[in-house]
C-alpha cells in the first residue's frame, strides 16, 4: 500500500473536473495517478502511526505545524511525528520506505511550519523537490553544514504540477497599448518580494491588482507608503476563488501579465496558474519559474521599472504568441501525470535496489 500523507484530502465525485488551491491539488492528483499504480491511502501529515506493514510505502510532507513545535498553552505540545511515528522496530528512526515531497529552496523562509523538518529530510531515503532548476543548483553550489547541503544527495528534482485543463478560459486578446492591467497573488510572505512588486511599479501608469487571504484591508483601492515619500495605490480583490468562472472571465479580460518578485519561491503555483490563463510572467528567476517566453525582472525597482515600461508596449502578436507558448509548456511540462509518473518510478527503482543490496 502506498500511504501519502499531505492535507488529508477528501474526494468528491466532481474533485477531478474543478481546480482547487495547490494544498488540495497535489493530493489530489496523488491519489488519481498514484492508485492506479499501487492500493493508495489518502492521509494527513499531521497524523501519527498509520501502518506497521513493513512493506507500505510513505511519502508526504513534513509535518506542518502552525505554533512549528512550541506548546500549545492549552493543549501542550504536539505528538506526532509521522516519519518517526511508523518506524516498524522500537529502535528504528523512520519506516524503511519513506519518502518526503515538498517545496524546495536553499534556505527555508520563516513562514514555513515544520517542527521536525531535519529529522525527517535525514530519515528519508528520497525527497522530491517541488521547485525550479535554479533551486537545485544552488542547494548543490551550497558548502555549509545546512540540512539542504547534508540532504543534497537524495533530492530528486520535480516540477509543480497544474491541471490545465481545469482552466478553460484563457486569453485570446490583449488590451490595447496604454490600458493594460497586472495581476499579483499571494500570501504575501516575507520571501514574495511584494515591497520590490510595489516599488517597481510607482509611477508606471497600469493598474496593479492584489489578491491574498493574508492581507487585511476592505476590497478596493488601498494607498501603500513605501517611504521615501513614495505612495502606491493598488486594487484589492481580496480572496479569490481559482474555480469560479466569473473569477477566471474577469481576471482574463482584465489582465495582461501577472508580476512576481519573489526572492526565494520554490515554483509559484500562481505563476502556473495565470500563464494557464494565458497572462505574461513578470518574474524575477527566484520565482522559480523558467521560461523562454516569461519576461525576466530583477530585485531592483528602477531597473524593473525600464523592464515593466517597455513589457507594457510590447505589439499585441508578440504577448499573443508568449502567451500560446506558456500555455502549452505548462501543459507539456507541468502536468502531474508526468511528476507522479516520475516519483512513483525513482520509488520502485529505491526499493528494489535496497532489497538486492539486502540479499546475502
Given amino acids: 500500500m502506498l500511504n501519502f500523507l499531505w492535507s488529508g484530502y477528501v474526494l468528491y465525485e466532481n474533485s477531478y473536473s474543478i481546480y482547487e488551491f495547490s494544498n488540495l491539488e497535489i493530493p489530489k492528483w496523488a491519489e488519481y495517478y498514484l492508485s492506479q499504480k499501487d492500493t493508495f491511502h489518502q492521509s494527513s501529515c499531521l497524523f501519527g502511526r498509520i501502518t506497521n506493514n513493513v512493506n507500505d510505502i510513505l511519502i508526504g510532507h513534513p509535518t506542518w505545524h502552525g505554533n512549528n513545535g512550541i506548546d500549545d498553552p492549552i493543549k501542550g505540545k504536539s505528538l506526532r511525528n ?21 517545496p524546495w529552496v536553499p534556505e527555508f523562509p520563516q513562514e514555513w511550519k515544520m517542527p521536525w523538518i531535519n529529522s525527517q529530510l535525514l530519515q528519508s531515503q528520497k525527497i522530491f523537490a517541488l521547485c525550479g532548476e535554479i533551486w537545485m ?4 553550489a551550497k558548502q555549509d553544514n545546512s540540512i539542504q547541503f547534508n540532504v543534497r544527495d537524495k533530492l530528486v528534482h ?17 488590451n490595447p497599448i496604454g490600458d493594460r492591467q497586472l495581476l499579483h497573488i499571494s500570501n504575501l ?11 517597481s511599479l510607482v509611477n508606471v501608469e497600469a493598474l496593479l491588482h492584489v489578491a491574498s487571504s493574508s492581507f487585511q484591508a476592505p476590497v478596493g483601492m488601498v494607498k501603500m507608503d513605501l517611504g521615501d515619500d513614495d ?6 480583490l481580496g480572496t479569490i476563488n481559482n474555480n469560479d468562472p466569473e473569477t477566471n472571465a474577469w481576471i482574463v479580460e482584465n489582465c495582461d501579465f501577472y508580476i512576481h518578485t519573489a526572492t526565494m519561491d520554490a515554483q509559484a503555483t500562481t505563476i502556473l496558474e495565470n500563464c494557464a490563463r494565458g497572462l505574461i510572467p513578470l518574474i524575477t528567476p527566484e520565482s522559480g519559474f523558467s521560461s523562454p517566453h516569461a519576461i525576466y ?24 504568441k508568449r502567451s500560446e507558448l506558456l500555455r502549452e509548456q505548462i501543459v507539456r511540462e507541468h502536468n502531474w501525470e508526468n511528476i ?10 529505491d526499493v528494489e535496489s535496497r532489497k538486492i543490496k539486502s540479499q546475502p
Fill in 82 to 102: 509521522w516519519v518517526k511515528d511508523n518506524a516498524i522496530y522500537p529502535q528504528d528512526l523512520a519506516h524503511p520506505n519513506t519518502y518526503i515531497l515538498m
Fill in 137 to 140: 543548483e544552488r542547494t548543490l
Fill in 158 to 174: 520535480c516540477n509543480m504540477g497544474l491541471a490545465a485543463q481545469n482552466f478553460s478560459i484563457h486569453k485570446t486578446s490583449f
Fill in 189 to 199: 510572505g516575507t520571501y514574495k518580494g511584494f515591497d520590490v512588486t510595489c516599488r
Fill in 231 to 236: 505612495i502606491f495605490l493598488f486594487n484589492f
Fill in 297 to 320: 525582472l530583477t530585485h531592483d525597482p528602477h531597473e524593473n521599472h525600464k523592464i515593466i515600461e517597455w513589457a507594457l508596449n510590447l505589439p499585441e502578436e508578440d504577448l499573443l
Fill in 340 to 349: 507522479f509518473g516520475k516519483i512513483w518510478d525513482v520509488i520502485t527503482e
